[in-house]
T-cell receptor, first 115, second 110 residues
Framework: QQQVKQSPQSLIVQKGGISIINCAYE??????FPWYQQFPGKGPALLIA?????SEKKEGRFTISFNKSAKQFSLHIMDSQPGDSATYFC??????????????FGTGTLLAVQP | DADVTQTPRNRITKTGKRIMLECSQT?????MYWYRQDPGLGLRLIYY???????NKGEISDGYSVSRQAQAKFSLSLESAIPNQTALYFC?????????FGSGTRLTVV
């Protein structure tokens, strides 16, 4: 029940295309769903996050879509660029006291954007 | 200086040796974490600490121990390293703005 399932494992997209990565969870107590971006040799960095009281959040070319009833959320990267090539992780947690609690991560998606 | 600093960045050690990975942070956060990253398995939580006197096991704590020496310092030890502990290890802190990760320690056990 603590798992977060992520797909696909890898993704190749042409420059200018839309990249879509999907995640599903089981624990309905999760109330915070972030996405992290990781470049080779670096630690993951927070990209965008959503709470379950909204169905979509957009920041620039990055959008999270959230379906509470289906217990699924996805990351959409519009107009994908070669610089977006990285590993993306979805995650979920139960926030307490306003601060981020322990995160449960998906298995990651390696995105390659071809020029 | 980085917000979260991990040392060493790379380490090769022999089976059976004790090794310590160190983490320090300047974010002023109480919450600190150790994760392990393996290809295809994502990031898995080893141990976490919500303050100096609070230490909790994560999902894969067997074979590991931790020490929270101060609010800013959280170290991970492998008491007797084995080859399947070869992985990339990340320390992180969390606060209002989510997690901040260090740059990782690549550990190879031969």
């Amino acid at each position: 029940q603590q798992q977060v399932k992520q797909s696909p494992q890898s993704l190749i997209v042409q420059k200018g295309g839309i990249s879509i990565i999907n995640c599903a969870y089981e624990n309905t107590a999760f109330d915070y769903f972030p996405w992290y971006q990781q470049f080779p040799g670096k630690g993951p960095a927070l990209l965008i996050a959503i709470r379950p009281d909204v169905s979509e959040k957009k920041e620039g070319r990055f959008t999270i879509s959230f379906n509470k009833s289906a217990k699924q959320f996805s990351l959409h990267i519009m107009d994908s660029q070669p610089g977006d090539s990285a590993t993306y992780f979805c995650a979920a947690s139960i926030r307490s006291g306003g601060a981020t609690n322990k995160l449960i991560f998906g298995t990651g998606t390696l995105l390659a954007v071809q020029p | 200086d980085a917000d979260v600093t991990q040392t060493p960045r790379n380490r090769i050690t022999k089976t059976g040796k004790r090794i310590m990975l160190e983490c320090s942070q300047t974010k002023g956060h109480d919450r600190m974490y150790w994760y392990r990253q393996d290809p295809g398995l994502g990031l898995r939580l080893i141990y976490y600490s919500f303050d100096v006197k609070d230490i909790n096991k994560g999902e894969i704590s067997d074979g590991y121990s931790v020490s929270r020496q101060a609010q800013a310092k959280f170290s991970l030890s492998l008491e007797s390293a084995i080859p399947n502990q070869t992985a990339l290890y990340f320390c992180a802190t969390s606060g209002w703005g989510g997690y901040t990760f260090g740059s990782g320690t690549r550990l190879t056990v031969v």
